[in-house]
């Protein structure tokens, strides 16, 4: 396990041992994050590490926080420039060149599809998204939820529904994905067939 110097510990090398030690863990390396384990990596003792973060509550706060960052970022990409992928939505972007914006129903199934791909390649900094911790840390852990909102919006939906609209696209790709990473599939039909045909249901059942 590698190690980092004593004098090179910093509140953000800290947060970072933190999120390899989540990668590590796995599905459940976010609920198993401690200090002992940072410490572990870090090669410092644990109270070593006050100095830098103000306790586990803060630690997980702020790898949350990272967490959220990180998501909203994959999301953002999925929709804007490059990483769009046009053919969810083909007439829309017509003409926009390989920096094309999806908007409205092809945000929305680019948006599904960037949750779940985080979440089978990060199982615990998805789930980290989840915490509570996230939920403590206010507008700051927005990010992901407007930008499904956003999408919501743009499809021309009645403002008095854009709430529900938001909840629903949000439990059916979290709970498809919460399946997913607990091995909840075991029937040996695609599962990325029945990704795809979960989205194009909540879409459908959008308009």
């Known amino acids: 396990m590698p190690e980092v110097p004593r004098a090179g510990l910093t509140p953000q090398v800290v947060v970072d041992l933190a999120l390899a030690v989540v990668d590590e863990g796995g599905t459940s390396g976010w609920a198993n994050l401690g200090l002992s384990a940072v410490a572990q990596r870090a090669g410092v003792a644990v109270p070593s590490l006050y100095k830098h973060v103000d306790g586990l509550p803060a630690l997980r706060s702020a790898v949350a926080a990272r967490c959220v960052d990180d998501l909203a970022a994959v999301m953002t990409a999925a929709v804007t420039g490059p990483a769009a992928d046009p053919t969810l939505d083909p007439v829309a972007a017509a ?24 979440a089978l390649a990060h ?85």
């Open 95 to 118: 003409g926009k060149g390989p920096n094309a914006t999806l908007t409205g129903a092809a945000a929305v199934r680019a948006l599904a599809i960037a949750i779940r791909a985080y």
């Open 123 to 207: 199982p615990g900094r998805y789930r980290a998204v989840q915490g509570a911790e996230t939920a403590a840390l206010g507008p700051a852990s927005s990010g992901p939820v407007d930008l499904v909102a956003r999408a919501v919006r743009e499809l021309g939906l009645p403002p008095d529904r854009w709430v529900d609209q938001v909840r629903t696209v949000r439990a059916a790709v979290h709970g498809f994905v919460e399946l997913e990473l607990g091995g909840g599939f075991g029937l040996p039909e695609d599962v990325e067939a029945s990704f795809r045909y979960l989205v194009e249901t909540v879409v459908t059942g959008l308009r």
